[in-house]
């Protein structure tokens, strides 16, 4: 007779190995975990007592929870989010495999070997240690899973906002997985009316959140710049460097010159494009670290627009084909997002998840040019070519201290 425990291994095999790579893949950045950055610790130091705009959702949950937000207590706090997301993360793939069939399981393995591998999936988060964007990834991450229940779907806008809320970036990085999902249900479910109105209400109310924290979030700040320092200090008893954190005035307030690189605004799009080589080399995209993220980017857009690519040629309707192109459209903001930000690495992060998402939500709604388009390549790389999968995906694979060092 099996034991308890080795029944629960062969129960939870799949989500136990998912949990244990993702696990590994965190620990290789285990000195930024120990030395959380100071700057870092402000985001859960700010609140919705000192106005109502975007940053402030973390702090705010983390006033609800503690009066005294030591540095000790974020940081555990900061542990506590990162390990239950992965153990999340885990088990929401490992319930996608166990719902396949046997014919689409080896795909969803392969699929999942580069999730829990990539440079730009999970791994970031352990890089950056204590972010807001574990925070939008968590909204995204719960309103994917929701979508099909039809009781937890009412949730989604919700979540929307709560990521808007978190960092408004979430309006151009984790939104558009949330949009297309319920776009996606609202086209091909039978219950049009009711995911309809969910789509509706999500793009609605996010819309408005994100216009309300771009352009008026700053005038409810009840608070002054240095009365904000002060309070940080005072509740966590940390001391910051109030020229380190020198974005702080801009995001709350919009004073001061924010970003070096929200300097690009004063040019035309016509203009952009024209300097752009400029700003890839000026930025060091001639170094090796540069070169590996363009070229995962470029591959892994390349296999994911296969995908689509295929699903739109096994589309018989029109309406399915557009959803398809949505998918491969939803990664443009990479390139839009890397002219304005020199936070690339994040911004990829946030696209390429954005696929992988949209492919395990496609398995596990059994969407049939999906899996006809599986089922395809699956043939393509059987046998032979197969080992030749396994080399792109060892280079894939080692690319990750190269990618994140720049």
């Known amino acids: 007779m099996k034991t308890k425990a080795s029944k629960f291994i062969s129960c939870c095999k799949y989500e136990l190995g998912i949990f244990v790579l993702l696990c590994i893949q965190a620990l290789m950045n285990l000195n930024e975990i120990k030395n959380m950055l100071l700057d870092f610790y402000s985001y859960y130091l700010v609140d919705f007592s000192m106005g109502k705009t975007s940053r402030l959702l973390i702090g705010s949950i983390v006033s609800l929870l503690t009066d005294k937000p030591t540095a000790a207590w974020i940081h555990g706090f900061a542990v506590v989010v990162l390990f239950l997301t992965l153990l999340a993360t885990a088990l929401i793939i490992g319930k996608v495999i166990k719902s396949a069939s046997d014919e689409m399981r080896p795909c969803l393995l392969v699929l999942t070997l580069f999730f829990v591998s990539g440079s730009f999936t999970l791994y970031g988060f ?15 991450m719960l309103a994917v899973v929701f979508a099909p229940n039809k009781y937890l779907r009412w949730l989604i806008p919700a979540l929307s906002v709560a990521g808007i809320f978190v960092n408004y970036s979430f309006a ?35 819309v408005a959140a994100g216009v309300f924290c771009v352009f008026y979030g700053s005038k409810t700040m009840n608070m002054t710049f240095d009365e904000i320092w002060q309070s940080m200090e005072q509740r966590s008893g940390l001391k910051f460097d109030y020229k380190n954190i020198r974005y702080f005035d801009f995001y709350f307030f919009g004073n001061g010159q924010g970003e070096a690189e929200l300097q690009f605004k004063d040019f035309t799009p016509l203009e952009l494009i024209k300097i752009l080589p400029q700003i890839v080399f000026m930025f060091g995209v001639s170094s090796e670290g540069a070169q590996s993220i363009l070229a995962i980017t470029i591959f892994m857009i390349a296999a994911f627009w296969t995908v689509w690519i295929m699903c739109i040629k096994n589309s018989e309707t029109a309406g399915r084909k557009f959803i398809y192109l949505c998918f491969m459209l939803s990664v443009l903001f990479i390139p839009v997002c890397c002219i304005v930000s020199t936070d690339w690495t994040r911004w990829i992060q946030a696209g390429i998840l954005t696929q992988f998402g949209l492919m395990y939500y496609m398995f596990y709604m059994k969407d049939e040019p999906f899996t006809k388009t599986m089922q395809r390549l699956k043939e393509l790389f059987s046998g032979g070519r197969g080992l030749a999968l396994a080399a792109v995906w060892l280079a894939y694979a080692s690319s990750i201290q190269t990618t994140w060092s720049v």
């Open 126 to 140: 352990s890089k950056f240690f204590g972010m807001l964007d574990i925070y939008m990834y968590i909204a995204a």
């Open 172 to 206: 151009i990085s984790f939104f558009p997985i949330i949009a297309l999902v319920t776009l996606y249900t609202a086209a091909t479910q039978k219950r049009k009316g009711t995911d309809s109105t969910v789509f509706a209400l999500t793009v609605a109310l996010s």
